[in-house]
């Protein structure tokens, strides 16, 4: 499958403020990613699904405009939660649909706002 | 949602086989099913997929009933280390971007004991 490198692992913001999170297919270029959030004690939620060159699909009830979603290139997909508030703090992992068994995922970034 | 239905939580000793139910009555006639585990605060782990036929690899075996209702996925000798929440998930297929996305369930939480 492929390698996928998530960054930051975590990150403390100030509430107000935007964070970029990055996720990239270091071998495999993946026209497709897919966005997670996991609140503790709870099973992965899907946010989005990133599409390289077009804008991303977002889940019902998933806010397009907070949560920005930017797939330029084949190797890069970021997620940028924008205006922070504490109820945003959670753990957002990424996924890259590759070839063969296609799914891999990033080892995750917590956000903690405060 | 998510297709899937699996118990909340299991118990095996250190040694034995592991076996992990999951129930998919709704499951199409070519949609796959695969499992993945999480270790607390990492991402998901793939472990495998399959779609009709029984499948095993290094890390597990995989049992599909002949109706694809059930399957059951088999950890051969269980080490502390397989302590994880174990998700059995139904690729979805997304028809306007032709990718397929993983919508997760609330997978089985196994605890293997010394």
């Known amino acids: 499958g492929a390698v996928v490198s998530q960054h930051p692992s975590w990150v403390i913001c100030k509430s107000g403020t935007s964070v970029k999170i990055e996720c990239r297919s270091l071998d495999f270029q993946a026209t497709t990613m897919f966005w997670y959030r996991q609140f503790p004690k709870q099973s992965l939620m899907l946010m989005a699904t990133?599409?390289?060159?077009?804008?991303?699909?977002?889940e019902q009830g998933v806010e397009k405009d907070k949560f920005l979603i930017n797939h330029a290139s084949l190797t890069l997909s970021t997620l940028t939660v924008t205006s922070a508030h504490p109820e945003d703090s959670s753990f957002y992992i990424c996924s890259v649909r590759g070839e063969n068994y296609g799914y891999t995922f990033g080892s995750g970034t917590r956000l903690t706002v405060v | 949602d998510a297709k899937t239905t699996q118990p909340p939580s299991m118990d095996c000793a250190e040694g034995r086989a592991a076996n992990l139910p999951c129930n998919h009555s709704t499951i199409s006639g070519n949609e796959y099913v695969y499992w993945y585990r999480q270790i607390h605060s990492q991402g998901p782990q793939y472990i495998i997929h399959g779609l009709k036929n029984n499948e095993t690899n290094e890390m597990a075996s995989l049992i599909i009933t002949e109706d694809r209702k059930s399957s059951t996925l088999i950890l051969p000798h269980a080490t502390l280390r397989d302590t994880a929440v174990y998700y059995c998930i139904v690729r979805v297929a997304i028809i306007i971007q032709g990718a397929q996305k993983l919508v997760f369930g609330q997978g089985t939480r196994l605890t293997i004991n010394p």
């Open positions: 990133s599409n390289e060159g077009s804008k991303a699909t977002y």
